[in-house]
């Protein structure tokens, strides 16, 4: 579900972003594809920091050796 939310935040606040580079920009035509493209690019890089941050659980078997 984080995740979910976090792709949510993610394409909204890259298509805020987008519109007003693009607004200042004079208007032109509204590229909505590489903003969905970079929310998911961000997304996955959450997915793998998360991943890379949680620590490691010993297993049974260290734990009663170490006693």
Same mark, same amino acid.
């Given at each position: 579900?984080?995740?979910?939310?976090? @792709?949510?935040?993610?394409?909204? $606040?890259?298509?805020? %972003?987008? &519109?007003? !580079?693009?607004?200042? +920009?004079?208007?032109?035509? @509204?590229?909505?594809?590489?903003? $969905?493209?970079?929310? %998911?690019? &961000?997304? !996955?890089?959450?997915? +793998?920091?998360?991943?890379?941050?949680?620590?490691?659980?010993?297993?049974?078997?260290?734990?009663?050796?170490?006693?």
């Amino acid at each position: 579900m984080k995740y979910i939310m976090v @792709l949510f935040w993610s394409v909204l $606040l890259l298509q805020m %972003v987008n &519109f007003v !580079l693009n607004s200042l +920009a004079g208007g032109g035509t @509204l590229d909505m594809v590489l903003p $969905l493209v970079l929310a %998911v690019v &961000f997304t !996955l890089a959450i997915v +793998a920091l998360d991943a890379l941050m949680k620590p490691i659980k010993p297993s049974a078997a260290e734990e009663d050796s170490k006693q």
